[in-house]
């Protein structure tokens, strides 16, 4: 199955930053942190440490001395490497500041987002098993155990057609993640506990909305059925008042975004913005479907006139036996086809092989 490839520009516009500066007023309250060098290079290297009084790890039962002194023994080894972890965050330590003011601000609960990707491959390492965050240690351990923070690092450039892998000479990985990423910003936001059932992911082609996908495709949820037409309407509206007239859009032509919209009064939120294809998921979708798909005519004049398509593909889940695999197996959906063999995987070595053959 051929996936579309992305250009560069298209990638940079769905950072964070880009598009937030566009939209901030129709999504969730956010911080915007400068990502330094000396961050990247930590991100990078190998392990996570978590210290007795790191804030991301409950708090310890007090032991007694004999206790301590057999565990200081036994461990000297882990609290060596907690000594030299505690001295490479020295290295950013304002950057700690800067996200323990954010959080504050935020009402002391944030979920991070890093250049493209959310950490919720990692949510495994938190005491809530959720992308919840109360004080910087959890952000800095979500961050560094999540391959999705990873590949935003070294990979994402990896899938644009017109990504060129010869960088300045003897350049190591670790270096050109810290030349690509010198203007990178983590976003905090506002944590809100959302109903996962209303969140969807929406397909524009060549500047037309065409398609609508549950976002969660390992649950079936019936009421969806009653309620598809309001919330089509909802994302259709919401996309022709505050997207498609922007200034963002009038640069993009096919785009992908993410919206999560309030169960009772279906008001719509801005959750993310993604490019056409690359290893953004189709969901309910195939790609070659959504490449042959054309955007209607505009609705009829009158009263009811949106000025969307009127003819705009809404996927659901229609049966619990069309749940797709994922969640059950305690890994995201977005993560689900990206082993060996998968359609992802095998996009990303042909962007490679035709990199190295150029």
Not at 108 to 128: L, T
Not at 191 to 214: A, H, T
Not at 258 to 279: E, Q, S
Not at 323 to 351: H, K, M, N, W
Request: charged share 30%; proline share 3%.
């Amino acid at each position: 199955m051929e996936i579309p490839s992305p250009t560069i520009a298209a990638l940079d516009a769905a950072r964070f930053a880009s598009w937030y500066a566009s939209f901030g007023a129709h999504t969730f309250e956010t911080r915007l942190v400068r990502v330094p060098a000396a961050f990247v290079r930590y991100a990078l290297s190998d392990g996570v440490v978590a210290g007795e009084m790191n804030a991301a790890l409950p708090l310890r039962v007090e032991r007694d001395a004999f206790d301590a002194a057999e565990s200081a023994e036994r461990f000297a080894d882990a609290n060596e490497e907690e000594a030299t972890d505690e001295e490479a965050r020295q290295a950013f330590a304002e950057f700690e500041r800067d996200v323990a003011s954010a959080i504050e601000e935020l009402k002391g609960e944030v979920a991070p987002k890093f250049a493209w990707s959310a950490p919720k491959d990692a949510v495994w390492v938190s005491a809530g098993n959720t992308m919840k965050c109360r004080n910087v240690d959890e952000v800095v351990m979500l961050l560094k155990s999540s391959d999705s923070v990873a590949h935003d690092l070294t990979e994402a450039y990896r899938a644009c057609q017109d990504y060129s892998n010869h960088g300045e000479e003897g350049e190591s990985e670790e270096e050109r993640a810290v030349r690509q990423h010198e203007t990178t910003v983590l976003a905090l936001r506002e944590w809100y506990d959302l109903n996962p059932s209303m969140e969807f992911r929406c397909f524009v082609k060549n500047k037309n909305l065409i398609g609508i996908s549950q976002r969660h495709v390992n649950d079936f949820y019936d009421f969806l059925f009653r309620d598809k037409d309001s919330i089509e309407d909802a994302i259709a509206i919401f996309w022709e008042a505050n997207i498609s007239g922007s200034s963002w859009h009038d640069e993009q032509v096919d785009y992908v975004f993410d919206v999560y919209v309030t169960p009772k009064t279906k008001k719509v939120k801005i959750v993310d913005f993604n490019v056409w294809g690359g290893t953004t998921l189709p969901l309910l979708f195939e790609w070659h479907e959504l490449e042959a798909m054309e955007a209607g005519s505009a609705v009829a004049e009158g009263d009811d006139a949106c000025g969307y398509a009127d003819n705009i593909e809404f996927r659901i889940i229609e049966s619990q036996g069309h749940i797709r695999p994922g969640l059950q197996l305690g890994v995201p959906f977005d993560l689900y086809d990206t082993t060996q063999g998968s359609a992802i995987a095998e996009f990303l070595q042909e962007q490679r092989r035709q990199q190295e053959g150029q």
